[in-house]
């Protein structure tokens, strides 16, 4: 998250139910879909601006669009925003489920640095010829 939007937040372990995560085809990273009979344990950060939002948006790119959705937290349900597969990009999901620790481990440092390169690359366009 402080890669993505240069900010910390607070965070905290929640359950979404109704939602499936998977390793997409050919990548490190997860994609959800809905399903109704599984749910998602991840994290709720919290206090995000409308800046931090765009952020997210961009870096999840076209494949994922950002929905509205109730997760669990402490036993409570809080309104949240996710992001999930669009349906023209459900095929992309395979049926590996994804591993946070096995991708903290082995393909996070890397993938930070495929994203550092995407938004140097994205600032540089847009700041145009001097």
Known sequence: MRCVTGHEF???PATLPGHRRRIIRGEVYPGM???EHT???GVLYEELTEDDLDSLDLFEGEPYQRERVSVVC???AVEAFTYVLRSEHARLLTEV???RDLFRDRH???????????RSKLCSGLAGPA
């Not at 930070?112 to 390169?117: A, I, T, V």
Request: no cysteine.
């Open 97 to 99: 489920a994804w591993d």
């Open 108 to 118: 996070l440092s890397e993938f930070l640095d495929r994203w550092r390169e995407f």
């Open 10 to 12: 607070r965070a905290r």
């Open 39 to 41: 749910s998602v344990r």
């Open 74 to 76: 402490a036993g409570a």
């Open 33 to 35: 879909v809905a399903d």
